[in-house]
């Protein structure tokens, strides 16, 4: 975990809250203070779940997936621009044949 850069900024972010919670004014009563803690807290989270979802990987799996997509797109392109190919040139043999 701690070997990558995601790792460390999870920890950090994770001592961060621990240590600001006990001193951030979270109050049901409008006020800019608690305006603000709720705007840190959401921050906050937004920051672990980035970091937690990087450490756990969870998108190599997504994106193999859409890279094997679209290489099967392109094979099929290429496949189809090689049979278009292949028609015009008998066309072209057929045409200059007396």
């Given amino acids: 975990m701690f070997r990558s850069k995601h790792g460390i900024a999870l920890v950090s972010a994770l001592a961060l809250l621990f240590l600001a919670v006990p001193r951030l004014p979270v109050a049901m009563a409008f ?3 608690s305006v603000f803690a709720f705007a840190w807290l959401a921050f906050a989270y937004l920051v ?7 450490v756990l990987r969870l998108d190599r799996e997504e994106r193999r997936k859409d890279e094997r997509a679209r290489r099967m797109r ?3 392109a290429e496949k189809q621009k090689r049979s278009m190919a292949g028609a015009t040139v008998l066309k072209r043999k057929w045409q200059r044949a007396p």
């Avoid at 779940?49 to 990087?54: D, G, K, L, P, S």
């Fill in 48 to 54: 672990i779940a980035a970091n937690w979802r990087m």
């Fill in 31 to 33: 006020g800019w203070s």
């Fill in 74 to 76: 392109w094979l099929r």
